[in-house]
Nanobody
């Protein structure tokens, strides 16, 4: 029902910024909770940020809080992740996720996933 395509990843030096985009195809994008997760090689996928259909955002207590910002543009069927002050430990594949209604940080609650975009932060 929903197809997600991430873009905007790449190589950046520590302290730099990147803006990831997730383009969604679907008739009811505005009714979906959207989120970003990331997964580094050999590690578990972890929650990065989520945004509700009404624009309420949620971030982890540590790690990305204060540096990353999630936003959405329902008119463009797109969700964004602005990443500032990037650190080498932010290096991972970043995935866009979506689900009907409400959801938070549990990846199991999300029904739709993009293919991911690589973010590499060099020291």
């Amino acid at each position: 029902q929903v197809q997600l395509v991430e873009s905007g990843g790449g190589l950046v030096q520590a302290g730099g910024s990147l803006r990831l985009s997730c383009a969604a195809s679907g008739r009811t994008f505005s009714t979906y909770t959207m989120a970003w997760f990331r997964q580094a090689p050999g590690k578990e996928r972890e929650f990065v940020a989520r945004i509700s259909r009404s624009g309420i955002t949620t971030y982890p207590v540590d790690s990305v809080k204060g540096r990353f910002t999630i936003s959405r543009d329902n008119a463009k069927n797109t969700v964004y992740l602005q990443m500032n002050s990037l650190k080498p430990e932010d290096t991972a594949v970043y995935y866009c996720a979506a689900t009907y209604g409400s959801a938070y940080s549990n990846q199991a609650d999300y029904n739709y996933w993009g293919q991911g975009t690589q973010v590499t932060v060099s020291s």
